[in-house]
């Protein structure tokens, strides 16, 4: 049923759960793959130089140790664990790569946002799920 997992993860606590309970469901339904992303916002381009090179670094650096904590939360699969680290919008992203790699669900945190800035904002959980190809699965 759920041949093709997409795991986003962003290293919040929420995040760290629903790669546990990805890790479960990959398990029961014996998937083939889980993907596992981690999107993080673009930098801005005037930062300039050596500014600019770091912060890229950093970044990349951080979102490294997101996928190996959140790897070690899924734990061991029956099928292939493959990773992404992207840039750009995060719910986008999500989306686009769910459509691309033909998810057949998300699992993905929710920070808990709630009231007023959850109407006025939206979140990146709210955006997936009403811009998803597949169902998804928010993990608080």
């Given at each position: 049923?759920?041949d093709n997992?997409?795991l986003?993860v962003?290293?919040?606590?929420h995040?760290?759960?629903?790669a ?14 889980l ?10 381009s005037?930062?300039?130089e ?7 670094a950093?970044?990349?650096?951080e ?23 992207i ?6 992203k999500?989306?686009?790569v769910a459509?691309?790699r ?9 920070r808990?946002?709630t009231g007023l ?17 597949c169902?998804?699965?928010i993990?608080?």
């Amino acid at each position: 049923m759920f041949d093709n997992i997409l795991l986003a993860v962003d290293g919040s606590e929420h995040g760290l759960h629903a790669a546990r309970v990805a890790g479960d469901l990959a398990r029961a339904t014996k998937a083939q793959t889980l993907r596992m992303i981690v999107v993080y916002d673009a930098l801005p381009s005037n930062l300039g130089e050596p500014n600019l090179s770091q912060a890229i670094a950093s970044r990349q650096q951080e979102a490294q140790d997101i996928v190996d904590h959140s790897t070690k939360e899924v734990g061991e699969i029956p099928g292939e664990i493959h990773t992404e680290i992207i840039e750009g919008q995060i719910a986008d992203k999500i989306v686009d790569v769910a459509s691309i790699r033909n998810s057949d669900v998300i699992v993905m945190g929710s920070r808990g946002r709630t009231g007023l800035a959850s109407a006025l904002l939206g979140s990146n959980s709210q955006k997936v799920v009403s811009q998803a190809p597949c169902p998804v699965l928010i993990v608080r």
